[in-house]
């Protein structure tokens, strides 16, 4: 199995994945019904959103014993059935790690909030005098408890206490944990919120005019001697199963370009991999009656060009040499909107758009991370209704905006429907629905939450059965990928920053350039001038004088300055 540089994410959403046993919610066997599937896609690592034991107030990233499995989703046997079936057919399989904070049903908080003098009292953060930090999920980050009479911080949901990483009882528990998944056989993690398992000890308000700005509590004073303390404890000691290097992704939220390496570097002994949110879809609360306008194609290619040039020259820290470090790009995950919806045309241009959209994520440098469903297209859900949504963000928001003032309802319906994270949530469209066969192909009992009804025209099935699908393009893109140095190693430049409509790139490694060019719009656009080479692979079958609407191309040449 590649090294994680050479390899392709898979994210799986299992509660929306597949539901083997028929109660609505996907399951850990329905992922095992499912990996030929996942092997045929030719991708390499499988992240895994939480499995854990969890009330579910935030979908599993609110968990409630790190060391057992949802019965939801199944049971320890499950797992290990599920991890034996993905290393058997070459894949390999990541947890996600989510340490910044537990579910106030975890034993530990049970026991922090009985009495101050509790031996687990110092797991979490309670102060008698609170400052005016701010829940991703709306309202306050402290919640007074009735018990003790003092507060506890939750950076997301009540539901949701912040650890104490100043403790170091609290960290070598959960380094301990860390340790059993490893020797269970996991190849990695995926790390929540990493960058905010450091707070800052004086606890300051939000300082002038950035009130609510959540990136504040990133990047805190001890995150790299936390991080590094980690690595030495638990990461090093460890590989995949196969013995390359263990796979870890940090999630940077807050983290710039500027300061990836700190995370990253080759010699920083913290991280693998990271990935960041300058092109993630703002989402503070504000943003549902007052949504941020989408990125412009600039915009949009000169984020691409900062992190890469960021992780592509070597860097130099207290004197000492520290090679960049690596990242991992996506388009989509399960806290956005669907791609294709967000930046496609999928009424006009369903299988253009969405092969262009692969096309340049399958072509950038950094360990491409596929979503459920993003290799067939799927789109958001059009909800009509604040009671369609599950997740407690959209919900949350609704009751701090709406409540209090109806008359934003519609405003926040629409725009919920653009940027809500439930639309990646919907379950993942497996056949066509018809009337004697509900479901989606995901479930055959009722699904927790809608199915999307263009499952009859958009789903695995039918996409498996013709060759000019969008499955069958990510097929022989993912395929191009793995047999592609430069693909992987290849230096990225952007040819065309300022061009409105092409996103054009080329990836260079020894002598070979390969080029990626992309119409990102519905329109046709002459093919730039400069931007040629054999054609390798294309979402148009012929070729043609100009770039047709969503049309892609990767070329390959010599090259020559
Ligand atoms: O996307 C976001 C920024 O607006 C937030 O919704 C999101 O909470 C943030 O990206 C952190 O994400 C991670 O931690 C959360 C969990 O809700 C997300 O699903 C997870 O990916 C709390 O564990």
């Known amino acids: ?11 799986i959403y299992p509660r929306s994945f597949a539901d083997a046993d028929g109660d609505g919610v996907g399951d850990l066997r329905g992922i095992i019904g499912k990996l030929d599937y996942l092997a045929d896609l030719g991708i390499d690592i499988l992240w895994l959103s939480p499995i854990f034991q969890s009330p579910n107030a935030d979908n599993g990233y609110d968990i409630a014993d790190y060391e057992a499995i ?3 989703f199944g049971t320890m046997a499950d797992f290990e059935e599920l991890l034996v079936g993905a290393h058997q057919r070459g894949l390999n399989l990541i947890l996600d790690l989510v340490v910044n904070h537990s579910s106030d049903e975890h034993r530990w908080f049970q026991e922090s909030r009985r009495s101050k003098d509790n031996p687990y009292r110092d797991y979490y953060i309670w102060r008698k005098e609170i400052n005016n930090w701010q829940s991703f999920f709306s309202g306050p980050a402290w919640k007074w408890d009735e018990q003790t009479g003092e507060y506890y911080l939750h950076l997301f949901a009540e539901k949701q ?8 009882r609290l960290r070598q528990e959960i380094y301990q944990m860390m340790r059993f998944w490893l020797d269970k056989g996991v190849d990695g993690f995926r790390m929540d919120v990493i960058p905010f398992l450091s707070k800052d000890p004086n606890f300051p308000d939000y300082p002038e005019g950035r009130f609510g700005d959540l990136t504040i509590h990133a990047n805190g004073p001890r995150i790299h001697e936390f991080l590094q303390e980690m690595y030495r404890e638990v990461l090093a000691h460890y590989t995949t199963h196969d013995g390359n290097r263990l796979i870890t992704i940090g999630e940077g939220f807050g983290v710039s370009a500027d300061e990836a390496n700190l995370y990253v570097g080759d010699n920083r002994h913290e991280l693998g991999m990271i990935y960041h ?3 993630a879809v703002p989402r503070e609360e504000y943003r549902f009656i007052d949504p941020a306008p989408e990125f412009t194609l600039p915009q949009l290619k000169a984020i691409f060009s900062k992190w890469n040039t960021a992780l592509q020259t070597p860097v130099s820290e207290h004197g000492t ?5 690596w990242q991992n790009v996506y388009f989509g995950n399960h806290d956005n909107p669907r791609v294709l919806s967000r930046f496609g045309d999928p009424d006009r241009f369903h299988y253009q758009s969405a092969t262009a959209l692969a096309t340049v994520l399958l072509t950038q440098r950094g360990t491409p991370g596929i979503y459920q469903g993003d290799e067939i297209g799927m789109t958001n859900c059009p909800f009509t209704n604040i009671d369609d949504y599950d997740d407690i963000q959209v919900r949350n928001a609704w009751q701090a905006l709406v409540a209090p003032n109806p008359s934003l309802a519609d405003t926040f319906l629409t725009t919920a429907n653009r940027i809500a994270r439930d639309h990646a949530r919907t379950p993942m469209q497996w056949t066509g629905d018809s009337p004697d066969r509900p479901g989606a192909g995901f479930t055959t009992g009722t699904p927790w939450l809608t199915i999307n009804p263009n499952t009859t025209a958009i789903n ?4 498996q059965a013709d060759n000019q699908s969008v499955l069958a393009y990510y097929k022989r893109l993912i395929h191009l990928r793995k047999q592609t140095s430069a693909l992987h190693h290849g230096t990225y430049r952007d040819l065309l920053p300022d061009h409105p409509t092409v996103w054009a790139f080329e990836r260079v490694l020894d002598k070979v350039r390969f080029i990626t060019v992309v119409n990102f719009s519905s329109e046709n656009v002459l093919v730039p001038v400069g931007v040629t080479g054999n054609l390798v692979l294309g979402n148009y079958g012929d070729e043609h004088s100009e770039l047709r609407a969503w049309e892609a191309r990767v070329l390959v040449g010599e090259y020559s300055l």
């Open 321 to 325: 040499d520290s090679g960049a470090g």
């Open 161 to 168: 206490p912040d650890l104490n990483w100043e403790n170091p």
């Open 460 to 463: 695995v099935a039918a996409q």
């Open 277 to 279: 949110f300058d092109h």
């Open 1 to 11: 199995m590649p090294d994680y540089k050479e390899s392709i994410i898979y994210q």
């Open 70 to 72: 949802m019965p939801q």
